[in-house]
T-cell receptor, first 110, second 111 residues
Framework: ELKVEQNPLFLSMQEGKNYTIYCNYSTTSDRLYWYRQDPGKSLESLFVLLSNGAVKQEGRLMASLDTKARLSTLHITAAVHDLSATYFC??????????FGAGTTVTVRA | NAGVTQTPKFQVLKTGQSMTLQCAQDMNHNSMYWYRQDPGMGLRLIYYSASEGTTDKGEVPNGYNVSRLNKREFSLRLESAAPSQTSVYFCASFRVKTEAFFGQGTRLTVV
């Protein structure tokens, strides 16, 4: 059974500093997805990573995928308040089942 | 462009009552999903439908049934609601190697 683990589960960030969220998964896959969820809202897609070594960047967020290590990272550069949210990674292993990590709740403080 | 439409947004049920959550997508995706979200547990897959006419159990299917009515619609039914089914339910549609799109969620409380 696929397990997707994120850490940390809670992250208090100081504005202007850099941080990383880690996503490990237990079964071989080359398809990993990152989502953001604001409180009380639905999920919105951030990144789709489809191969070993894939790197995607959008604004202050950068995601990468190492399929050999079964690891993805979401790097946050110079955190700002607008990045406060919960971030989820998700993996699909058989083209149909999309399995999610528990989420990392990010709070950015001044 | 509506994406994924989920109804209702809120619902309160008494223990033992039944209800159906409706979901429709207009993106011509083959795969559709029902998840539940509980605090600290991420999203857990209840049922999924890889294509029209097929449905399969996910991680937490007990107490639920689904129907893939056609390519657009995928409904989730609670036959006899229990307090443990209090949760936020999300429907999603997905095409492999692209992003999944989520509905706005249904906040269900079972008293």
């Amino acid at each position: 059974e696929l397990k997707v683990e994120q850490n940390p589960l809670f992250l208090s960030m100081q504005e202007g500093k850099n941080y990383t969220i880690y996503c490990n998964y237990s079964t071989t896959s080359d398809r990993l997805y990152w989502y953001r969820q604001d409180p009380g809202k639905s999920l919105e897609s951030l990144f789709v990573l489809l191969s070993n070594g894939a790197v995607k960047q959008e604004g202050r967020l950068m995601a990468s995928l190492d399929t050999k290590a079964r690891l993805s990272t979401l790097h946050i550069t110079a955190a700002v308040h607008d990045l406060s949210a919960t971030y989820f990674c998700a993996v699909d292993i058989n083209d149909y089942k999309l399995s999610f990590g528990a989420g990392t709740t990010v709070t950015v403080r001044a | 462009n509506a994406g994924v439409t989920q109804t209702p947004k809120f619902q309160v049920l008494k223990t033992g009552q039944s209800m159906t959550l409706q979901c429709a997508q207009d993106m011509n995706h083959n795969s559709m999903y029902w998840y539940r979200q509980d605090p600290g547990m991420g999203l857990r897959l209840i049922y999924y439908s890889a294509s029209e006419g097929t449905t399969d159990k996910g991680e937490v299917p007990n107490g639920y049934n689904v129907s893939r009515l056609n390519k657009r619609e995928f409904s989730l039914r609670l036959e006899s609601a229990a307090p443990s089914q209090t949760s936020v339910y999300f429907c999603a549609s997905f095409r492999v190697k692209t992003e999944a799109f989520f509905g706005q969620g249904t906040r269900l409380t079972v008293v």
